[in-house]
Structures are given as structure tokens and as C-alpha cells.
């Protein structure tokens, strides 16, 4: 549980499937995915591909009593050329007003 109560969990690619793995992991933490498969989550991005890969029935149906947070606040690496964009879009459009 989160401190707010709330079960989350976010999407992560696990053994060539997207698993749903507990919200409250950090890198380097251990823990089981919703289907009970062990996992170390890694942090970082995983690539393009890892995210096609299947969904796990069993996490899918346990998810929907969670509630879902993305990955866009855990930014492990450098901020990505579009990101960059978009915020200085925003910058600009502040210093317009």
C-alpha cells in the first residue's frame, strides 16, 4: 500500500511479457509481479520492443483493483530530445502571456 491507501502499480516488461509490478517499487528493489512472479525492479526505460511484448492475463485482471501510475515521474536518465522541446514550448508560452 502507498501511504495514501491506494494500491498502484505500473506496467513493466518481465521474462518477454508486460507484467504489473507493485507502484511502491524503487530501482534495486525486489518484489512479485500481481501474478506472483518474482522480480527486481531495474528503474530505467525499457526499450520499444519490451513494450510489445504480450500482457500477462493474470496481472491484467488483478490490476483493475489498483490504480495505475505511469512512468513519467521516475526519470532515471537524461531528459529525451521531445521532453526538451516541450518544456521550453511551455517556457515560451509563459513568457508570452
Do not use: N
Not at 491484467?60 to 489498483?66: Q, S
Not at 490504480?67 to 522541446?85: D, K, M, W
Amino acid at each position: 500500500m502507498t501511504t495514501s491507501g491506494r494500491k498502484t502499480f505500473r506496467w513493466w516488461p518481465v521474462d518477454h511479457g508486460r507484467h504489473a509490478i507493485p507502484g511502491e517499487l524503487r530501482p534495486g528493489d525486489t518484489g512479485e509481479t500481481l501474478c506472483l512472479h518474482p522480480v527486481t525492479y531495474l528503474g530505467g526505460e525499457p526499450s520499444k520492443r519490451e513494450w510489445l511484448w504480450p500482457t500477462c492475463q493474470v496481472c491484467y485482471e488483478r490490476a483493475r483493483g489498483y490504480t495505475h501510475i505511469s512512468l513519467a515521474g521516475y526519470h532515471y536518465g537524461p531528459v529525451l530530445p521531445a521532453q526538451r522541446q516541450t518544456e521550453q514550448h511551455q517556457a515560451d508560452s509563459q513568457v508570452i502571456r
